[in-house]
């Protein structure tokens, strides 16, 4: 068990049915919950996946051992490591972390801009409920800042998940704008705006999450979604850059999805189409070279196909080692 939760009496359906739906959807997808009843009332036991079966990929058990051979199921989620000045992750929610180091001591009143290249939004409120001056881990209820290690910490609890870990730094009133690029047009127009704001907690009565939500009248947060990585990286004078890619931007066979070989909207290139996506992300990447204080790179096993991991783990590590910045 990595974490669990104390619903009020109130909020726990009786159907067992419906009890179980609530779960299912509300906790992050790389976790599992089951409900557990324990002197008269119910909880909630968080679990890592243990089968890789999960991961729907049938490449991805043979892909992770040529990463490290002790790799499990139910530790790939927690695989990093670093390559120069790139952070690299199995999973994303790895990239909170990240940067918090990279904005750890930073002197320099620049705002803030986002740069975000993924096959989906990552804008899920996590299960942090404001506090004081911050947040606390609806799990543990321990603090949640960000900083290194309470983010970490969080991430293991499942209160920070892939889906959710943009939010956190988004709360912060130093990033003035987010901008999400996608390889294939956007799913929605572009927003406009962010809200900071929070919303309920379906497993906890009277209870909040942080989140953000699109606006229709202008904020100080500004919000883009792009697919010309060029315009991603225009007009930045003046600012300083947080970089995240997630790998399924290049490709998106399965979409964590059981269901994937019967979908007709399957994000599939090729390898060399693969390799052409990363060229142009670098090319673009290169004319903001001096604003980039942190980049993170997420994997993304069970959406971004195992078939393409040597190509664009190949191209990340020669793009970084070259990029690496020497020991003082």
């Known amino acids: 068990m990595i974490a669990r939760l104390d619903p009020a009496p109130a909020d726990v359906p009786a159907d067992p049915d419906e009890r179980q739906h609530l779960l299912d959807t509300s906790l992050a997808s790389e976790t599992v919950g089951w409900w557990h009843e324990h002197d008269g009332r119910w909880q909630i036991r968080v679990e890592e996946f243990e089968a890789w079966e999960y991961f729907v990929d049938p490449g991805v058990r043979a892909a992770a051992a040529t990463l490290d051979t002790n790799l499990t199921a139910a530790t790939l989620r927690h695989w990093r490591r670093r390559i120069g000045r790139c952070h690299l992750s199995m999973n994303d929610a790895w990239t909170l972390p990240a940067w918090c180091e990279s904005l750890a001591g930073l002197q320099d009143d620049r705002p803030i801009v986002i740069l975000h290249a993924d096959d989906h ?25 960000l900083d290194v290690e309470s ?15 943009l939010v956190p730094l988004l709360h912060d009133q130093r990033v003035v ?8 047009p956007h799913r929605y127009p572009d927003a406009g705006w962010l809200a900071r704001t929070t919303t309920p907690e379906p497993l906890v009565s009277s209870s909040w999450r942080i989140a953000v939500e699109p606006s229709d009248r202008p904020t100080d947060l500004r919000f883009r979604r792009l697919v010309d990585p060029a315009e991603w990286v225009a007009d930045l004078q003046g600012a300083i850059v947080l970089v995240h890619i997630d790998l399924d931007y290049l490709a998106n066979r399965y979409d964590a999805d059981s269901n994937w070989a019967e979908r007709e909207d399957l994000f599939d290139p090729t390898d060399d189409e693969v390799t052409h996506l990363l060229d142009d992300l670098w090319s673009a990447l290169d004319q903001i070279e001096d604003q980039v204080i942190g980049t993170a ?3 993304s096993p069970g959406f971004f196909p195992a078939d393409h991991w040597p190509t664009a783990l190949t191209s990340i590590e020669h793009r970084f080692r070259l990029h690496e910045v020497p020991d003082d």
């Open 121 to 145: 939004d990552d804008l899920m409120p996590p299960r942090l409920r404001p506090a004081n001056e911050g947040w606390l881990d609806l799990f543990t209820n321990q603090p949640v800042a």
């Open 177 to 184: 704008e987010l901008r999400h690029l996608r390889a294939r």
């Open 151 to 165: 983010t970490t910490a969080a991430i293991r609890s499942s209160a920070i998940g892939m889906g959710s870990f």
């Open 297 to 299: 790179i997420g994997i």
